[in-house]
């Protein structure tokens, strides 16, 4: 009986926690050059902390489906070292306010050797296309 009380006491716990938890707040929804920066730095920010369903909703309409958040996790995991340096590096060129490359419905950040974060316009505002 007690093993099962505390099993108890843990649910209840576990469950008022996730109650009282913030959500993040809602993707910026304008297509001007600081939304699009803004949802790149939630996006990574979110990978790096683990959190992939957050992750997972500034994903582009074409990735938002196939990649669930276990999907996210996953494929950071097996990336390695790689993804997560990946992630920080478009984080510092954010800070340090390197331009985005704007084109029809995009915002590209160059990260080096050919490779960039996209963003695409979609109705709700900028999403993650890649992160190259």
């Known amino acids: 009986m007690g093993v099962t009380r ?3 006491a843990l ?3 576990g469950a008022l926690a996730c109650a ?6 809602p993707p910026p929804t304008g297509t001007d050059d600081a939304s699009a920066r803004e949802v ?3 996006f990574v920010v979110a990978l790096d902390a683990g ?3 957050e992750a997972q909703a500034l994903l ?6 196939p990649y669930t ?3 996210l996790a996953l494929d950071l995991r097996g990336a390695g070292p790689s993804a997560r340096e990946a992630a920080a590096r478009v984080n510092r060129l954010l800070a340090a306010g390197e331009p ?3 084109g029809p419905g995009t915002a590209r950040l160059p990260v080096g050797a050919g490779r960039a974060a996209t963003v695409v316009a979609e109705p709700g505002g900028w999403r993650v296309d890649a992160l190259e």
């Open 69 to 71: 958040p276990g999907r």
């Open 11 to 13: 649910a209840a716990a």
């Open 100 to 102: 985005l490359v704007h």
């Open 6 to 8: 505390s099993l108890l």
């Open 20 to 25: 009282g938890a913030a959500r993040p707040p």
């Open 51 to 53: 959190r992939f369903e």
């Open 40 to 42: 790149l730095r939630r």
């Open 60 to 65: 582009s309409a074409r990735w938002r489906q």
